[in-house]
């Protein structure tokens, strides 16, 4: 079975700008999470998106924005890009959206503002 | 609030020899505790989890990782190391009532022939 897909893998945008990142999730899962993963750090949680309804939202502003579709993947919608936005944005996808489970990760979508 | 700690940046190791990586928590419930690693240019790969039960958990490619309630910990255990055991290696948690997942600034594994 394929694993968790993002795309692109790499984007490079100006100041301003607006970006996607969509990511497909394995199949089966019903959860999507996003996380920034700036360099030397670990991930923080931006959203998790459950059976198309936003169940968290991590500490970030209303310049991030996300949806998922009925097929359950989901993109993340980045508005008014600043320099500080580049990182590596992971997806993560597993079966339930609370409890034990392990997330699944995909390789994440390095961005890069210039 | 959730929070995790791996006070180590960085770890070296002599291949052969046993390793430790340590990782704190606070949580307000009964927390679960993850491990991660990751490799250059790649996502986190799932290692072990700690939910209930024992409190020495086995996971993928021989790592175990002992939870300790009283000490609040969770510290990664190999009992002999590999050169391909080098990676940055993430402590995460969650509390059993959430669906937030906190992970820590992570440790740099470094295993030398």
Known sequence: ?114 | AQSVAQPEDQVNVAEGNPLTVKCTYSVSGNPYLFWYVQYPNRGLQFLLKYITGDNLVKGSYGFEAEFNKSQTSFHLKKPSALVSDSALYFCAVRDNGGFKTIFGAGTRLFVKA
């Open chain 1, 1 to 114: 079975d394929a694993g968790v897909t993002q795309s692109p893998t790499h984007l490079i945008k100006t100041r301003g700008q607006h970006v996607t990142l969509r990511c497909s999730p394995i199949s089966g899962h019903k959860s999507v999470s996003w996380y920034q993963q700036v360099l030397g750090q670990g991930p923080q949680f931006i959203f998790q998106y459950y059976e198309k309804e936003e169940r968290g939202r991590g500490n970030f502003p209303d310049r991030f924005s996300a949806r998922q579709f009925p097929n359950y993947s989901s993109e993340l919608n980045v508005n008014a890009l600043l320099l500080g936005d580049s990182a590596l944005y992971l997806c993560a996808s597993s079966s339930t959206w609370a409890g034990g489970q392990p997330q699944h990760f995909g390789d994440g979508t390095r961005l890069s503002i210039l």
